[in-house]
């Protein structure tokens, strides 16, 4: 399974961005997917998660209201749409998927995508 992110670019801080990772197969209709970023010298760190069936979200405390995650089962793609950038959102984006399990931590996930820069100048 290949998960392959794009959409990333740079940005004016306070603008918006959209994020998109699709998976190569149709096989996490019951799974989640979720968004992972890493700054530079910082350890990656989570940011949102969504569930491909019931669509139940998860946020880190640093995005909750400004960015939302979104999905598309029938074509197996994921979007993190992201308002009011800031500069400390700077960081490869991630995405990463699980056929069963969810949650805020790197562990939980069995496939990740390449990743996609996201600059955000101030």
């Known amino acids: 399974v290949q998960l392959q992110a794009s959409g990333g670019g740079l940005v004016q801080a306070g603008g918006s961005h959209i994020l998109s990772c699709a998976a190569s197969?149709?096989?996490?209709?019951?799974?989640?997917m979720g968004w992972f970023r890493q700054a530079p010298g910082k350890e990656r760190e989570f940011v949102a998660a969504?569930?491909?069936?019931?669509?139940?979200?998860w946020y880190a405390d640093s995005v909750k209201g400004r960015f939302t995650i979104s999905r598309d089962s029938s074509m197996n793609t994921v979007y993190l749409q992201m308002n009011n950038l800031k500069p400390e959102d700077t960081a490869v984006y991630y995405c990463?998927?699980?056929?069963?399990?969810?949650?805020?931590?790197?562990?939980?996930?069995?496939?990740w995508g390449q990743g996609t820069q996201v600059t955000v100048s101030s």
């Open positions: 990463a998927a699980d056929r069963s399990r969810w949650g805020p931590t790197q562990g939980v996930y069995d496939y």
């Open positions: 969504i569930t491909l069936s019931a669509g139940s979200t």
């Open positions: 197969e149709r096989t996490f209709s019951t799974g989640a």
